[in-house]
């Protein structure tokens, strides 16, 4: 799907915002760069500024933006499930590392787990509108975080096929990661031909300053041979300035000083550039994620991004209703449409994310995978050519039977050109009442259980599972990988 046909920039706009970006980074600089970093930095004609901070002249700015490849991929252990990263083609991604759970039916929260991100990664294996996977929860009961990192690929990599987004803690919890990677796929040299994973990390503190751990990790990623996310996430009237174009602004160059950041240690690795301007509630200064500056101020860095012509990622979907209901809905989608319209390549947080990104629910995120695939429909627009615009299928039933429902044209478009909701009702009243009158939570609790007691893919050799677990410390049951055990009936 090619979006971009929203534009909360003008043209105008566009330029005054890239000179003040790069005004920003050649005068304000940033903060606290990693010894590598500020040394090759330093190298490509860098300099550090009265106050210690990193300064990145305009030139180099803009050769590493016009040297940094456009168009990427992102890849599944199934073909299929390849991405096409660049341009204005519009995809949709889970992610937000919550750290609670909303169980089916409930109305309080409690601590996520392991098993809910394998739960997780099972259910949008099964989801057509969701693109790629990325922890969605954090394993709250694993302390050891190098253990939490290693059991989190584990779980991911059980749990689907599609491509996997991971975060690390620590840059030295990369290399052990791959080296379980490289079992799951059969050796280092096919996980290199075919990196199903990549990585990358939070690699900057609003305002304009490197944080290390995320920092390190950022480099350290360059090992998966995959492109690198680099997510920023100032807070308008908090970390950022309050000005949505302030906010913009700011959060684009801290995005761009993390592709500097990758590429004067490794020139022209394809990074995935992700400015993600949250917003405050001014009343209180909380993150507000489901408002309407934080969707107009999150298409408009999409925007920019593509403006630069690099690979781009958003934050949308990041409702604050702490359940799935209407407010869930309509903050959902006025977010992701906008940020699709706009031609964001990846439209994250977009799955079942609830409570300001503090929780998950696996029933948001059945009935977001409806909502992503009607925004997905409006971005893929209208088609205008002589045969729809169907002057001649008009005269025929004009003349003929008075209605399209059995023309060739209506058979025929019936599955290439409409979209079909697995959850939304679309019954008549009288059979909505027979069925005992079910709201959409309650349609997508059973469509949950329904997936969840069956698919238990075998993504992992059993032969190379046992030797993982011999190997390394995973904490996942085997027999809560198999049915059986009554979980989810």
């Known amino acids: ?99 609670n759970m909303l169980d089916i039916g409930a109305s309080t929260y409690r601590p996520s787990t392991l098993l809910d991100i394998y739960d997780a990664a099972r259910l949008m294996d099964r989801m057509d509108n969701i693109h790629a996977f990325s922890r969605l929860v954090v394993a709250t009961e694993i302390k050891d975080q190098l253990h939490c990192d290693i059991n989190s690929a584990y779980v991911s990599a059980a749990g689907t096929n599609k491509h996997i987004q991971l975060t690390f803690s620590e840059a030295a919890h990369v290399q052990p990661t791959l080296e379980m990677l490289y079992m799951i796929a059969g050796g280092k040299e096919k996980f290199h031909a075919r990196p199903f994973c990549n990585s990358g990390g939070c690699p900057v503190i609003s305002p304009l300053r490197y944080g290390q751990d995320n920092s390190e ?105 702490k359940l799935p209901d209407y407010q869930a809905g309509y903050e959902k989608a006025l977010a992701i449409a906008l940020a699709a319209q706009a031609g964001c390549n990846n439209v994250s947080e977009s799955s079942g994310m609830l409570g300001s990104l503090m929780a998950l629910s696996l029933e948001s995120m059945v009935i977001d995978n409806d909502l992503l695939g009607a925004v997905l429909r409006t971005v893929r627009g209208i088609e205008v050519n002589e045969e729809t615009l169907s002057y001649k299928v008009m005269e025929e039933v004009v003349h003929g039977e008075g209605h399209y429902l059995r023309t060739d044209q209506t058979l025929g478009l019936m599955r290439t050109d ?23 939570r309650q349609q997508a609790g059973t469509r949950v259980k329904s997936i969840l007691s069956s698919h238990y893919p075998t993504y992992i050799d059993p032969a190379i599972d046992a030797k993982i677990r011999d190997t390394f410390p995973i904490q996942l049951d085997i027999q809560d990988m198999r049915p059986g055990k009554g979980r989810w009936d």
């Open 1 to 99: 799907m090619l979006g971009g046909r929203y534009r909360p920039l003008t043209d105008s706009d566009e330029q005054q915002v890239h000179q003040t970006i790069l005004d920003v980074l050649e005068n304000i600089g940033m903060g606290d760069p990693i010894p590598i970093v500020k040394e090759r930095a330093l190298e490509r004609g860098c300099s550090i500024n009265e106050h210690g901070r990193l300064c990145f002249p305009r030139a180099l700015v803009e050769d590493v933006i016009a040297s940094t490849p456009k168009n990427t991929r992102l890849l599944g252990r199934d073909p299929k499930h390849d991405m096409e990263i660049g341009g204005t083609r519009v995809h949709t991604y889970g992610g937000g590392e919550a750290v």
């Open 217 to 321: 990790v950022c480099v350290e990623s360059i090992k998966f041979g995959a492109p690198i996310w680099v997510i920023v996430a100032p807070q308008a009237g908090a970390t950022a300035p309050a000005a949505l174009a302030g906010a913009v602004v700011q959060s684009v160059a801290e995005a761009l000083a993390g592709l500097l950041m990758i590429d004067v240690v490794e020139p022209g690795f394809p990074v995935i550039l992700g400015p993600w301007p949250f917003v405050s509630d001014l009343r209180s200064g909380a993150f507000t994620g489901g408002s309407g500056e934080e969707a107009v101020v999150s298409a408009a860095a999409a925007q920019m991004v593509n403006f630069y012509g690099l690979p781009s990622s958003v934050g949308a979907g990041m409702t604050d209703s």
């Open 418 to 440: 409409y979209e079909y909701p697995a959850l939304a009702d679309r019954s008549t009243p009288g059979e909505w009442e027979a069925a005992g009158s079910p709201d959409i």
